[in-house]
């Protein structure tokens, strides 16, 4: 189901919309993999009724048991009366409990069910996204049906990846958010997807792969195992600009060392954005005024969207000003470090100015000289 007016997914920005996808496989036993969300119900079942009647819907696969996939599915059961849904054991009881649906078959890993010219095998694959994930594969059509993971949160201007552009940064916000937080996770299922070689790839969010599938696999196989790259995110929360400037003198040290920087205003950027740039950055700063003897508190929802992704001894600089009460840096370093962030260093200014402010170029030069693994 297409909807392109959503501007947001679960706190990401999707400017291009949204899609969230259901398959419909037309074989001796009819089976639709992966549902809908409760308001598309409408656009689904009048979609679906343009090719098949309801009522020969032999299984209904659910790979995954979110609402944006299993929402409309207690009204899809009652308008596919013979079909049976088929999920893992966990799926199982998530469906149970947020719907009430028994009418369930339980599948394991690798498992096989015979569809007609068609097989459908299993494989489970925990915490992609959540603990009951698993993904469908036809090997007659060498088609992996893989949930959330190789999502992309866009609308369908094509249906086809290969007919729609720029659509890395849509990926990686989606990827960064909702996959990467379980990247161990998401590595064996990446992993399976490498070894079946599928011809097409459909996952539940955005366009669909066919044929050449190496570049989104082996980007989000990127994301999740070394998303660095040559480039410094410097994030600052400022009223006056003092911070501001300070973060511009860190920018200036960190592009003398060749690198790309990525200065952010935290009061103007979404939370999955900084969380995105956090991770695929090699080093990063943080500044922030001082407001009632702490740092600005915007930095409360920052830090817990960065500790989604755990990036233990990423090399980071403080910096900060103050006007009567020099404390928000060292709280923010003592919060950044609670996280597991390397800090590197750190400066903090009375009203911005002061010897200091010569260091921050320094600063600069040491996160812009830090080595890509
Ligand atoms: Fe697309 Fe985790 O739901």
Redesign the pocket.
């Known amino acids: 189901m297409d909807n392109p007016q959503g501007r947001d997914f679960h706190g990401i920005s999707t400017p291009r919309g949204g899609s969230y996808n259901s398959f419909l496989i037309e074989d001796k036993s009819p089976t639709i993999i992966d549902g809908t969300n409760d308001v598309f119900f409408d656009a689904w079942i009048g979609s679906l009724k343009e090719r098949i009647d309801p009522s020969k819907i032999r299984y209904i696969v659910v790979n ?1 048991a ?1 609402n ?2 299993t929402g409309a599915l207690p009204t899809i059961l009652d308008a596919c009366p013979k079909a049976e849904v088929l999920c893992t054991k966990t799926g199982s009881e998530i469906l149970k409990a947020a719907y009430g649906i028994e009418r369930v078959r339980v599948v394991s890993d690798r498992e096989e069910i015979n569809i007609g010219k068609r097989t459908l095998q299993f494989f489970v694959t925990p915490m992609v ?2 603990p009951e994930t698993m993904m469908t594969w036809i090997p007659q059509e060498k088609m992996l049906f893989s949930g ?1 993971l190789f ?1 992309t949160e866009v609308s369908h201007e094509s249906m086809w990846a290969d007919e729609m552009k720029d659509l890395e940064i849509l990926t990686r916000d989606y990827a960064t958010l ?1 996959i990467r937080p379980f990247a161990h996770a998401a590595i064996k299922g990446i992993d399976k997807a490498i070894e079946l070689r599928p011809d097409h790839l459909f996952p ?2 955005g366009p669909l792969y066919r044929d050449d599938i190496s570049g989104i696999i082996s980007y989000y196989d990127k994301l999740m195992r070394k998303p660095e790259e040559d480039k410094v995110l410097i994030a600052y929360a400022s009223v006056w600009h003092e911070t501001q400037k300070m973060a511009e003198e860190i920018a200036k040290g960190v592009e003398e060392k060749g690198s790309k920087v990525v200065l952010v205003d935290v009061f103007k950027e979404n939370m999955v954005k900084i969380m995105a740039e956090s991770l695929t950055s090699k080093a990063v700063a943080l500044g922030s005024l001082t407001i009632i003897g702490c740092y600005h508190p915007i930095f409360e929802a920052v830090i817990p969207f960065l500790k989604l992704n755990a990036q233990k001894g990423k090399k980071t600089a403080v910096f900060g000003t103050h006007g009567w009460s020099p404390c928000s840096v060292a709280k923010l370093k003592e919060k950044m470090e609670g996280i597991g962030y390397d800090v590197i260093d750190t400066v903090d200014l009375r009203f911005g100015k002061g010897e200091d402010f010569n260091r921050l170029k320094e600063i600069g030069n040491m996160l812009g000289g830090v080595k890509l693994e």
């Open positions: 995954h979110e944006d996939h996204h959540w959330d999502g909702v539940t969010h």
